[in-house]
DNA sequence: TTCAAAAATGAGTGATTACTCACTCAACAA
DNA sequence: TTGTTGAGTGAGTAATCACTCATTTTTGAA
């Protein structure tokens, strides 16, 4: 996925992206400036036009992941479940997203590889990476929690911020299991998978005992 | 959490120990050998004498978090739980588990926090870690499962895997959310939000429809 | 106590790093 | 045509890197 215009000259594009190729490949640390100058196709002099340090390079990638991405890996398509009514429903609107955000999270993992690694080991980075997307998909998804409880589809007394750390974590660890460690297992069909997934996020994987009602 | 001996000179551990603590610190690529020979307390050299090249000792890291954490973290305990018959004992049992789990975790996240990082930039890596660590634990909780299944207490609709995973992504962002965002959001009571992420798992985060069994 | 083997050392090596800066040159104004 | 500007350049710089190896220190059997 490439780095979409925002007040951005064709020369900062060009690094940009080539800094995400780089950089997602090697690491932050093992990849030079050197060679994405080379990827970019300009001078490293240019570089640092551009961005002050290497590191302002990453807290580019960075702003440009909250600016540009985060938007539809988060709200875009919950609108789409929001309101339908039926249950049936409800479970094909989260299989759609679902499927959709597998898709998103396939185009951009390069630049969320690199700000999830950074991430884990700094503070700093956390927190831009708190600000510009967790925050907001917090908001978002309370606001969807919220309709779904009233509307009786969704428990209350799970919080909203657990419940959707639940979908969240399904389907990351969906992702990982299925991207990074496909090579090495026997991948099963698909859309059966991602049935029970849904199955596992909505309804649990233990059998309620009889007569409970939640 | 320190090194355990297993046919390893103090030298060696020594030098493991404090590859683990800069490594995870720094990042592989940002860790310098000269550091970790001045944690260690030891000439730069003398790494080399243990350690072919710098990449085997990540190696070593790898190989030590197989041999030696991920049996307590995968498989101990689990046989508490197998062996209780009430579903007021599953859930209590399960919660016990996690609690451990989140404590292990927190003592091996810097040796943890190497292994995911550099296993989502190398195939060899993510390899060894599937051999060691993932692929051992996939069978235990097949075991587990089954046992379930067979007492009435999880669905045999959803398949091991799926269900493990279920219960591991939980517990991950869990972790992830308390500990590496903890500072930046208001922490809810932590038994009462254990308590909902048990729920999640077991029972998930939508209301079932009236009449349904499963 | 003696001495050979093993372990440990740290200065040295060539390669590579992020970053600088004196310079080039295309584009436009006067 | 001449002068001015600033984006673009890439050789240069000091620092740092992983790794080597000649030398010193430690060890333990005789």
């Given at each position: 996925m490439q780095v979409p215009d925002?007040?951005?000259?064709e020369k900062e594009k060009k690094i940009l992206d080539a800094a995400i190729a780089v950089i997602s490949e090697k690491g932050f640390s093992a990849a030079s400036t050197s060679e994405i100058a080379r990827q970019a196709g300009v001078a490293e002099g240019t570089i640092f036009r551009y961005f002050?340090?290497?590191k302002d390079i990453l807290r580019g990638i960075l702003i440009h992941l909250g600016n540009v991405i985060a938007e539809p890996l988060v709200v875009y398509g919950l609108k789409k479940i929001l309101y339908q009514d039926g249950r049936e429903d409800l479970r094909a609107g989260i299989k759609l997203v679902l499927k959709d955000r597998m898709a998103i999270i396939d185009a951009v993992f390069p630049m969320l590889r690199i700000v999830i690694t950074e991430a884990m080991y700094h503070e700093d980075i956390r927190q831009i990476l708190y600000d510009k997307i967790i925050s907001r998909a917090v908001e978002v998804f309370e606001e969807y929690h919220l309709e779904m409880v009233e509307k009786g589809?969704?428990?209350?007394?799970?919080?909203a911020v657990v419940a959707g750390r639940s979908i969240l974590a399904n389907l990351v660890l969906f992702f990982v299991y299925r991207n990074l460690f496909g090579p090495m297992i026997q991948l099963d069909d698909y859309d059966r998978e991602l049935d029970q997934v849904i199955d596992a996020i909505m309804h649990g994987i233990a059998i309620p005992a009889v007569g409970d009602k939640k």
């Open positions: 925002l007040k951005m000259s002050k340090t290497k589809l969704m428990k209350k007394e799970i919080d």
